[in-house]
């Protein structure tokens, strides 16, 4: 198996990239910009870096030659997320997964939705809302991550999920949590295949993320 992580210099795509080395055997592909500066190869054998941006179609297909299986950890362009869902299509991969933001189907509810929708504003949830459109309706397998808001905590690997058109519950989850839920899924790919994740910390049903 081969797999692209796509803004590969992000904490949650380091985590992700060390999970992958240690408990798989696939080839990874890390692409960012001024990818050579940010990202250290730990294993050359295994790891191929590649420097571009989201919106380079020619350096996108570069990198996507051969791969299963496409990590997209920001989807705050539409057309960035546009861009890389054509390339996808013309080099035959078989799922993405991407990483986007809480709040775009209005799913939000009580005294936490009110919050977020302050911090993120209309604007921010719109391009991810579009981002997250494109990728539902680009006919490439795909599970959706709507993350609440981010912290660190080494060991902390507790998730749960939720359903497109269910309420979102849970201010909170840990970025080490995010990748393993990574893990899981490309372990069991047909589980949440087609499917847009509401992904927190159980017993986080509170007003505002405790770290705020």
Same mark, same amino acid.
């Given at each position: ?15 992700? !990239? ?5 408990? !798989?055997?696939?080839?990874? *592909? ?54 890389? *869902? ?33 911090? *993120? ?77 509401? *992904? ?13």
């Amino acid at each position: 198996m081969k797999i692209l992580i796509l803004g590969a210099a992000g904490q949650i795509s380091k985590m992700v !990239t060390k999970n992958l080395l240690q408990g !798989t055997d696939a080839g990874l *592909v890390l692409y960012a910009r001024n990818a050579n500066r940010r990202i250290a190869n730990s294993d050359p054998s295994r790891i191929t870096i590649i420097d571009g941006d989201f919106n380079d179609s020619a350096k996108l297909l570069e990198a996507m030659e051969g791969v299963e299986i496409v990590y997209l950890n920001d989807m705050n362009s539409p057309e960035a997320t546009q861009t890389i *869902v054509d390339a996808a299509k013309k080099s035959g991969v078989a799922k993405i997964i991407g990483a986007t933001i809480l709040g775009i189907y209005d799913e939000v509810i009580g005294e936490f939705g009110k919050w977020n929708a302050r911090m *993120v504003g209309r604007t921010g949830t719109k391009r991810h809302k579009d981002s997250a459109k494109i990728i539902e309706d680009s006919g490439i397998d795909y599970t959706l991550l709507r993350l609440t808001w981010l912290y660190n905590q080494e060991g902390n690997e507790k998730y749960m999920v939720s359903q497109k058109g269910e309420p979102f519950i849970g201010a909170q989850v840990s970025r080490q949590a995010v990748a393993r839920l990574f893990m899981d899924i490309i372990e069991n790919p047909a589980v949440h295949s087609n499917k847009s994740l509401g *992904v927190s910390e159980p017993n986080t049903d509170f007003p505002k993320p405790s770290f705020y």
